[in-house]
């Protein structure tokens, strides 16, 4: 079953509310990082969506999943343009499991007498 999105959102919208209210900083400290981030000279709207919906994707977080699909739709990318960005979030992670597993020999052969 496919996860039921608006839900999701209002659920961690909720969660969030609560630490905010426990701890307001570390929600504020989140913020500023956002606000700071939106204020790039250097990369659009669509830009950083695109790269932000790679990282998601790299770290498996359907939260930012959710979030950033909404705001790179709404920041003009298209389905074929976030397609192509998750096509390089899936080459960086292959290519990290490659280097991951030259390491492994390496582990492997300095515990070989």
Known sequence: MMLDWAAYRD???ASIKEMSEI??????AYAAFHHANSNSKHLDAKTR???ALGVAVSLRCDG??????DAAIKAGASKDE???ALG???MVNAGA???YSARTLDAYESKIP
């Open 88 to 90: 390089v979030a899936i």
């Open 97 to 99: 499991a490659l280097v």
């Open 82 to 84: 976030i397609v192509d």
């Open 23 to 28: 701890n307001p900083d570390i929600v504020k």
């Open 64 to 69: 930012c999943i959710n979030a950033h699909t």
């Open 49 to 51: 969506e695109l790269i």
């Open 11 to 13: 659920q961690i919208g």
